[in-house]
């Protein structure tokens, strides 16, 4: 029942603790080595398409074309060194990724309470545990108060663990209640999660959107090289040498196909997450990035999220006297209006003692809280009666506590007395005080007093009841039965200034927020109006008054499913909602096609973040399980933060289908000219050389360039894309043919014209081929006429020099087979290429995506067509 006093209250010195952390290392678990420069390069060469170009090296070296050996031997060396050197960028991304959405812990050093990061802690330390945290070390319990932690991650033990002083507590497993203070014993690999972690380490896997890649490259090989047979087999039926025609068509195979994708979409995300992280959101697992881009649903909490989370205590009544009071923040300053003080003392003295936050006054002069906001502001309205925490707890030093838990709905502290008496303390929600057998007061008093914290929910205030009773002993257990009403503290959390504008750019992105919420109906419903969620008069849901689902043994009322909306349903507010429900209510928004963000920021918090398809963690003052729980972590718990992980997401996917459009879109030309060639009365169109030559200059760095492209001005008025859209649907594939039917046109235009005039036709050809896909890709950026994504410029305009040097630089003309053109023919033919520019532009007016609807997308059903693509 009591707390048992720690052996050394101070912690360890940091002098100390530095020391330790010197000797024993840091407190992290085993990770996967980092991959050798010779590993990543053999991976590099594993992959089909480069085993395709050995191949072809092998061939050209058997046959004697030293010349297109050399140029596929640069393409592998290429293709290799970019592959490489994107895989290490994603690497150190990802792994400042994981820096940052690091676990802390509260340790007591030199006395003092402060936050570190967990991987800091020692052997030695002074641990603070608290409901929500994970335990970073194994440790032995000091000091407990109801300390309850759920050892299932390392036992299998599905059932929470009562934790008493002298028994001990291992790393990873979690506070599901109470609190308390343990001396790390053992930490990082020596810990018990440390030794089963050493076991299983094991590298990230493949994001969904990888995975599907795979399946898209498969069928674009098996394409292709059923298109470069035939170029084989032509080739041999009009008579040209079986060496020359082999190299050619594995040469057309490794240019149609753009075999640099997957490094592309790797750096993409990577780098992506990297954004999101400069914008505040830390993004935990990469697979977030592309699936925000296909939220439909942002649901959310309160306290924190819309609003401030500065709770301020603003009306106080008591069954006598009723006063306003003034104030801003958690500082002293302010007054009653409307009654003396003194009818209030008794009232905010318990509110007070039945308390486990702290007020910390800066250095800056700013007043700020330490532990739960609701908490806070109960301290801050006793102190402006000039009631101290630290006299009141001298007075009445607390003897045990109930914590409060999401089931009760109350928290509830014994305190001794003079004369061996004791006194209890218990405030809560109203529903859960308001009643027999808590309150022993009569019916008429509870009646109006019910109605009293009805009128204040309903003006927008989170009401909280405080009741006690003294008792002539102190008893085994504390008792939550036969007290009396104090009276109601009525506390406001006003909403975010940029709240309101977040929730409009969702609705205008096609995203509906929906808010979940633990407060009164009344409350919920102030919040929702004034921020633009619903409109007044809305209806919205009291998930009190819900009828279970199940049978009545299986599902008690209190945790009944509220149904989640239909097509057209406007309900998006839900009130008085417990975990449980708010987890089935999720779920249920997910059988019916959507696709949902959860923010969060409790310990109860966590299924709900999990089953999600993107959990959103508080990171201020979310707890750790929340956090370690969710996709992603905000880490100035601003909602207006999700709004542009969103457009961010939505980014990185649209610039993934630009790269395809643009590389396969030239594959495809450059397959075209060569089966169409020979009918012109082009033997072979291309030599194999030239066509290595183009896919290098194309598909290098002007393909990973388009990765950076900024998002779309007009990202966030589209509606979400399905999660489940092919990469290659919505229209891609119509894109691609487009444009390739403009750059096989032009080449062999070009061509066929210089064939029948007696200029070098092929050199010719050569040239209005690259350039003519350099121009798609300044075509394709998103936002054209700007500076904006300065490396695709400076790459196109690279590759064009280069291009150009294969015409004029002796070494290169021999090795490409090429010949200079004169003044005159290279001014036409640049000309001309222009058009591929054109055709990329014109494709973005064809393709111009309608705003997002009102009745906004869901994830498609049976007969239903995709939405537009959001790649232009």
Known sequence: MGQQKILSPSGLSSAEAAARLERDGPNMLPREPPVPLWRRVAGQLRDPLIIVLLVATALTAVTGDWTDMAVIVLVIVVNTTVGVTQE????????????LAA?????????????????????????????????????????????????????????????????????????????????????????????????????????????RLVGVGRLLAGVTVFLCGVVLVLGLVRGQPVDLMVVTAISLVVAAVPESLPAVVTLSLALGARRMAARNAVVRRLHAVETLGSVTVLATDKTGTLTEGTMVARRLWTPAADAGITGTGYGPDGRLDGAPASAFTELLTAAALCNDARLLHGEDGEWRALGDPTEAALLAAAAKLGLERAELQRRFPRLAERPFDSVRKRMSTLHRLAGGRARVICKGAPESLLRPPVLADDAELLARAAEQAEQLARAGYRVLAVAQADLVSVPETVPEEGLSLLGLIAIL????????????????????????????????????????????????????????????????PETA????????????????????????????????????????????????????????????????????????VLADDNLDTVVAAVEEGRRVYANIRRFLIYGLSGGAAEIAVMLLGPLAGMALPLLPAQILWINLLTHGLPGVALGGEPADPAAMRRPPRPPDQSILGAGLWQRVLRIAVVLTAVTLGVA?????????????????????????????????????????????????????????????????????????????????????????????????????????????????????????
Not at 180 to 204: D, F, H, N, Q, Y
Not at 770 to 779: E, K, M, T
């Open 88 to 99: 290490v960028r994603a690497g150190r991304a990802i792994t400042a990724l994981s820096e």
């Open 752 to 872: 066929i014209w210089a064939l029948h005039t007696g200029r070098p036709w092929q050199s010719m050809a050569f040239f209005a081929l690259g350039a003519a896909q350099l121009g798609v890709a300044l075509g394709s950026r998103a936002r054209p006429g700007s500076t904006a994504n300065p490396m695709l410029l400076l790459a196109v305009a690279g590759a064009l020099v280069l291009q150009l040097a294969g015409l004029y630089v002796p070494l290169l003309r021999d090795l490409l087979g090429t010949q200079p053109l004169a003044a005159g023919d290279l001014l036409i033919v640049t000309a001309l290429s222009i058009l591929g520019y054109a055709a990329a532009r014109l494709d973005r007016i064809l393709h111009r995506e309608p705003a997002a609807p009102a009745n906004r997308w869901r994830r498609p059903q049976a007969g239903t067509t995709d939405p537009p693509d959001d790649s232009r």
């Open 493 to 556: 959390d006003p909403p975010r200034q940029a709240a309101a504008a977040t929730v409009a750019a969702c609705q205008q992105a096609g995203i509906r927020p929906v808010l979940i919420t633990g407060d009164h109906p009344g409350t919920a419903r102030a919040i929702a109006t004034e921020l633009g969620i619903i409109t007044s008069g809305a209806p919205i849901t009291d998930c009190r008054t819900l009828v279970a689902t199940g049978p009545a043994t299986a599902r008690p």
């Open 561 to 632: 499913v509220p149904a989640a909306p239909e097509p057209g349903d406007q309900v998006s507010v839900y009130a008085r909602a417990t975990p449980q429900q708010k987890l089935d209510l999720i779920e249920r928004m997910r059988e019916q096609g959507e696709v949902v963000a959860m923010t969060g920021d409790g310990v109860n918090d966590g299924p709900a973040l999990r089953r999600s398809d993107i959990g959103v963690a508080m990171g201020g003052r979310g707890t750790e399980v929340a956090r370690q729980a969710a996709d992603l």
């Open 103 to 211: 676990p802390t812990a509260r340790v007591v050093r030199d006395g003092v309470q402060q936050q570190i990061p967990a991987a800091e802690v020692v052997t030695g330390d002074l641990l603070v545990l608290a409901e929500g945290d994970i335990v970073p070390a194994d440790a032995r319990v000091a000091e407990a108060a109801a300390l309850l932690v759920d050892e299932s991650a390392l036992t299998g033990e599905s059932v929470p663990v009562d934790k008493s002083p002298g028994e001990d507590v291992s790393a990873g497993t979690v506070v599901v209640r109470g609190r308390g203070r343990v001396e790390v014993t053992a930490i990082g690999s020596a810990s018990a999660a440390g030794r089963i972690a050493g076991l299983m380490v094991k590298g990230p896997g493949l994001t969904p959107l990888q995975r």
